[in-house]
């Protein structure tokens, strides 16, 4: 079971710092990608970590702003999130799964978290 942490309420430019792990499972050796699910909108990719060797790939909107890292000691994926706007506001889903790709592998995750809420307010 994939598990998502550290969602909230930031005004805009402010940061916030999303946390990933897995309950009675292990992130170690496999992809790990942070999507998000805006109200009225689909759901598009951040960001994904590959489990081989670290590889990491953002979506276009990130612009530098957004860095993804893997603690494997702490058996956690993180995302940081810098420079946030009102368009950041989403609910931002955990998905594990075989391989961190571009474009980010939104159709082939076969684990996924249930979310956690970023909103931010100008």
């Known amino acids: 079971q994939v598990v998502e942490s550290g969602g909230g309420l930031v005004q805009s430019g402010g940061s916030l710092r999303l946390s990933c792990t897995a309950s009675?499972?292990?992130?170690?050796?496999?992809?790990v990608g942070w999507f998000r699910q805006a109200a009225g909108k689909e759901r598009e990719g951040v960001s994904c970590?590959?489990?081989?060797?670290?590889?990491?790939h953002y979506g276009d909107f990130v612009k530098g702003r957004f860095t993804i890292s893997r603690d494997n000691a702490k058996n956690t994926v993180y995302l940081q999130m810098k420079s946030l706007n009102p368009e950041d506001s989403a609910v931002y889903y955990c998905?594990?799964?075989?391989?961190?790709?571009?474009?980010?592998?939104?159709?082939?995750?076969?684990?996924w978290g249930k979310g956690t809420r970023v909103t931010v307010v100008s």
């Open positions: 009675g499972g292990t992130l170690d050796r496999v992809a």
């Open positions: 970590i590959s489990g081989i060797d670290g590889t990491t």
């Open positions: 998905a594990a799964g075989n391989l961190c790709t571009s474009p980010l592998p939104l159709y082939d995750m076969d684990y």
